[in-house]
């Protein structure tokens, strides 16, 4: 259980466009879901916070017209790199928690490279 | 503030000798501290989790406790073996929904 799928696993664009990162969580209702940075060799930085039918809630210093993140259900996240530049090349890892309590799964990343 | 610190960066054991990460957070509202295991390229695992209401639990080699007066909480992994080779990473819960994560350990088990 608590599976959680994340697509694509590898991208890599030029300057100036956009990918779309998705999160699925695959046996259970993800109320919601955490988008992340990692960069090599470091922490785990949240970027936003997304719940369903609802706006995404942003860290500070996180751009949300640069990262659109959408959660149109209960199984489905979705983040977009608006106008990628090579600075956003990163490790990008979703989470997802369910209704029954704290504990977050994460999926297996997307390593974004902007050449 | 939302702080997690986790110490040490870097930890080497010889293989079946214990293994410890200590981490402190600033919160004293956080009440749910899970442990996570990251092999390199791949996404973190939840290995053990810790909720403020007790002190300590364990799942076979691996045990966690939780000091919320000193708001510490420390990560032991008995009996190593080169498979918990791994990035370890801390987390505390803020807000009753973020997790902040703690900087990480990189733990080699020597053979």
């Known amino acids: 259980g608590a599976v959680v799928s994340q697509h694509p696993s590898r991208v890599i664009c030029k300057s100036g466009t956009s990918v779309k990162i998705e999160c699925r969580s695959l046996?259970?209702?993800?109320?919601?879901m955490f988008w992340y940075r990692q960069f090599p060799k470091k922490s785990l930085m949240l970027m936003a916070t997304?719940?369903?039918?609802?706006?995404?809630?942003?860290e500070q210093g996180v751009e949300k017209d640069k990262f659109l993140i959408n959660h149109a259900s209960l199984t489905l996240s979705t983040l977009t790199v608006t106008s990628a530049h090579p600075e956003d090349s990163s490790f990008y890892i979703c989470?997802?928690?369910?209704?029954?309590?704290?504990?977050?799964?994460f999926g297996p990343g997307t390593r974004l490279t902007v050449t | 503030g939302e702080n997690v610190e986790q110490h040490p960066s870097t930890l080497s054991v010889q293989e079946g000798d214990s293994a410890v990460i200590k981490c402190t957070y600033s919160?004293?509202?956080?009440?749910?501290f899970p442990w996570y295991k990251q092999e390199l390229g791949k996404r973190p695992q939840l290995i053990i989790d810790?909720?403020?209401?007790?002190g300590e639990k364990k799942d076979q080699r691996i045990a966690v406790t939780l000091n919320k007066t000193a708001k510490h909480f420390s990560l032991h992994i008995t009996e190593t073996q080169p498979e918990d080779s791994a990035v370890y990473f801390c987390?505390?819960?803020?807000?009753?929904?973020?997790?902040?994560f703690g900087t990480g350990t990189r733990l080699t088990i020597i053979p």
């Open positions: 989470s997802a928690r369910g209704l029954a309590g704290d504990e977050q799964y």
């Open positions: 046996d259970f209702q993800a109320t919601t």
């Open positions: 997304s719940n369903e039918g609802s706006k995404a809630t942003y």
């Open positions: 919160d004293s509202a956080s009440n749910y």
């Open positions: 810790i909720r403020s209401n007790v």
């Open positions: 987390a505390a819960n803020f807000g009753n929904e973020k997790l902040t």
